[in-house]
C-alpha cells in the first residue's frame, strides 16, 4: 500500500473514533443536563417561602451594584477566588483586592439593608421580585 493511502486510511480511522468520542460526550451532556434539570426542579418545589423572599432580596440587591462590585462579589463567592487569585484576576495587588471587595461587601450590606426597609413585609422583597431593577449609571472612574 503505498505512502499516501496509508495516511488517508489513517485519517479516516482518526476521524471516525473523534466523531465516535464526540457523540459519546453528546450523548453523557444530554443526560447530565436532564438530570440536572429534574434535580432543579426538586430543588425549587422544596424550597420555604422565607428563603426565597431572603434570595430575593438578596438578588434585588445584587442587581444595584456597580458592575465592578457585581464582579468582585461573584468572583469571591460563585468562584471561591482567594485574595491573591483575586489580585491576579483584577490586575492589582492583593492589599487593593482586599480593599475593593471589603468595599464591594459594604456597598452589598448597604444595598440589602436598603432593600429589607423598602419591603414592608417582614422578610420579602416581593415587589422586587417580579421586576427588573434598572442599573444605576456608571460613572468613567468607576469602571
Not at 440536572?36 to 424550597?47: D, K
Not at 451594584?65 to 492589582?92: D, H, Y
Request: charged residues 30%.
Amino acid at each position: 500500500m503505498p505512502a499516501d493511502e496509508r495516511a488517508r486510511a489513517w485519517l479516516y480511522g482518526t476521524a471516525r473514533r473523534v466523531l465516535a468520542n464526540q457523540r459519546r460526550g453528546a450523548r453523557r451532556r444530554g443526560r447530565l443536563a436532564e438530570r440536572l434539570a429534574s434535580e432543579a426542579r426538586t430543588a425549587v418545589s422544596a424550597i420555604e417561602p422565607s428563603t426565597v423572599d431572603m434570595d430575593r432580596e438578596a438578588a434585588y440587591a445584587f442587581r444595584r451594584l456597580k458592575p465592578s462590585q457585581r464582579e468582585l462579589l461573584a468572583l469571591v463567592a460563585w468562584e471561591g477566588l482567594a485574595p491573591r487569585e483575586l489580585a491576579t484576576a483584577l490586575g492589582c495587588s492583593v492589599n487593593a483586592a482586599k480593599i475593593r471587595l471589603h468595599r464591594a461587601r459594604r456597598a452589598f450590606e448597604r444595598e440589602l439593608d436598603s432593600a429589607r426597609a423598602e419591603d414592608p413585609k417582614p422578610g420579602g422583597a416581593a415587589g422586587h421580585s417580579t421586576h427588573a431593577v434598572a442599573p444605576r449609571p456608571v460613572a468613567k472612574e468607576e469602571l
